[in-house]
């Protein structure tokens, strides 16, 4: 009897409509969502307890020394071609050729478009996806008892279907738009890093210029200290022959020509090194460094420093900006870590045509017409600390973000105080040595002006003179230093990047509580 009932109920429902069907089953899924969904979320596995344990640092937060605040006046930030300020159109066709060119840049920019391709494929998941498939088969039925499917057994038929399938997650925990966000970051985060790839490059290379330059400068004195050590060694062994000197001073005399002369070839070789460190730098090859002249550079004797140094730092300097990004990231994670502690909710439906018997194309008929549709629901019950443990993760990550925020800006600030106080230092050593230089010179005409009235021999005018060369040695070093600081001063500034729009706000940076 109960058989005869549910077939007379299935006859019945055999005849209500494909749009009574679905009307019923909306009207069903209704009544049945709000009971569902707090059943559903009164299950769910809690989050309680797990937070950063790390707040982001205030941008005044980080102040200047007061060795660099006396010296702080209202200059001009770096400009993006920074290095010209040394008038040496050699160095500023090599920069060129550097940021062009580099493979170190070059990576970078494969980083980039990397993220954008990544960036494309997250955002794909914010829309509903189509999907269409078919099948034709011909297939024999089996006969068999257990495989058979009953009057088709024996016999040959068409197995055919045609469906087009929707698939649709509502976000309404917004994981999805937060992923999205997190690869938006990603590409700023590479296009700042590609902006330090190219400081990395002008730094290694204009460090390699100007040492380039000092060995040039070096060569010509350590020429001429060799020429004088070999004057007297000749005068020593002519007064020796005399009566008039020792053979000891004859000996002191040759160590000091073969040190001069250790020094000219070690020269030559700095030399040969830089270019080919330039030549490397640029992605050549050792032979191009045949054709780098000297250079020429100009030494500015002045210090001076934009004003609001801490507030504007953060739109100039790449690592930071790039930390920024990292932090935002890593804030973003944890909010997408807490979406799994909720009900998942997808949505799907499906309509096309199935039929197992007929023609080749009489599925595509009317009574063949098949469709479903629903949401799929998932709750996290139980995961054995699954869940808890990637939030844990999460937030780790961001205190190692946050840390690492902190360092770069504690970096930056001690980079900009240290060259700053180390040009000054070095400009007012110039102006020193200048004054010894000059001083000297005049030592070495007034020997030579007592020789040539007889009044000494001619050792005191070769030591004068070897006095003056030394004097030249060491006001070529602290200008290359000095050089080498308004070139660290300027990268420490951020070498004329301006990413102020490209970087994160404060309030996104910042962990908040979720409600």
Not at 57 to 68: C, R, T
Not at 284 to 293: G, L, V
Request: glycine share 4%; with cysteine.
């Amino acid at each position: 009897m109960l058989f005869i009932d549910r077939l007379n109920a299935n006859k019945i429902a055999c005849h209500l409509t494909y749009k009574d069907c679905f009307e019923q089953t909306v009207k069903t899924l209704l009544l049945l969502f709000p009971y569902l969904a707090l059943l559903l979320l009164s299950a769910c596995i809690s989050s309680e307890g797990i937070v950063p344990q790390s707040d982001v640092p205030a941008d005044s937060s980080y102040q200047l020394s007061e060795h660099v605040q006396d010296i702080q006046e209202d200059a001009a930030w770096p400009t993006d071609q920074w290095w010209q300020c040394f008038q040496d159109e050699q160095l500023n066709q090599l920069m060129q050729l550097a940021v062009s060119q580099s493979p170190s840049v070059q990576e970078a920019q494969s980083r980039i478009r990397l993220a954008t391709s990544l960036a494309a494929q997250t955002d794909a998941a914010l829309s509903p996806t189509i999907d269409a498939e078919g099948q034709i088969n011909r297939k024999r039925w089996p006969t068999d008892y257990f495989y058979g499917p009953g009057e088709l057994g024996g016999t040959s038929s068409w197995n055919n279907t045609g469906l087009l399938s929707l698939h649709y997650d509502p976000d309404i925990w917004h994981k999805n738009a937060m992923q999205s966000e997190v690869a938006l970051s990603e590409i700023k985060k590479q296009t700042a890093k590609s902006q330090i790839a190219k400081l990395n490059i002008e730094s290694a290379l204009i460090s390699a210029y100007i040492q380039l330059s000092l060995n040039n400068a070096e060569l010509e004195l350590a020429k001429q200290a060799v020429n004088s050590y070999q004057e007297k060694l000749d005068v020593i062994k002519t007064q020796l022959t005399m009566g008039l000197n020792t053979e000891v001073a004859v000996y002191q005399a040759e160590t000091q020509l073969a040190d001069a002369e250790a020094k000219f070839e070690a020269v030559k070789d700095h030399i040969v090194t830089a270019r080919h460190t330039i030549a490397a730098l640029l992605g050549k090859d050792p032979a191009f460094a045949d054709s780098i002249n000297t250079p020429h550079l100009q030494l500015i004797d002045e210090v001076s420093l934009p004003s609001h140094i801490p507030a504007e730092l953060l739109g100039h300097r790449p690592d930071v900006v790039a930390s920024r990004w990292l932090v935002f990231s890593a804030n973003k994670h944890i909010d997408i870590a807490h979406t799994a502690f909720y009900p998942n909710i997808n949505l799907s439906a499906a309509i096309g045509f199935m039929a197992v018997n007929g023609g080749m194309f009489s599925v595509f008929s009317h009574d063949k017409l098949t469709y479903e549709a629903g949401p799929a629901i998932s709750l996290p019950i139980f995961d054995a600390g699954r869940i808890r443990g990637q939030l844990s993760a999460a937030t780790a990550n961001y205190d190692m973000a946050v840390a690492l925020y902190r360092k770069t800006l504690s970096d930056a600030m001690q980079q900009i105080s240290d060259s700053a106080v180390s040009l000054k230092s070095a400009i007012s050593q110039s102006t020193t040595l200048a004054s010894a230089i000059k001083a000297s010179h005049q030592a070495y005409i007034h020997a030579n002006d007592a020789y040539n009235v007889g009044l000494t021999d001619y050792l005191p005018v070769l030591d004068a003179r070897l006095a003056w060369l030394q004097q030249q040695f060491f006001s070529q070093q602290i200008n290359a230093q000095a050089l080498q600081y308004r070139a660290d001063l300027i990268i420490a500034l951020g070498g004329g990047l301006t990413v102020a729009n490209d970087s994160p706000q404060q309030a996104a940076l910042q962990y908040q509580v979720p409600r």
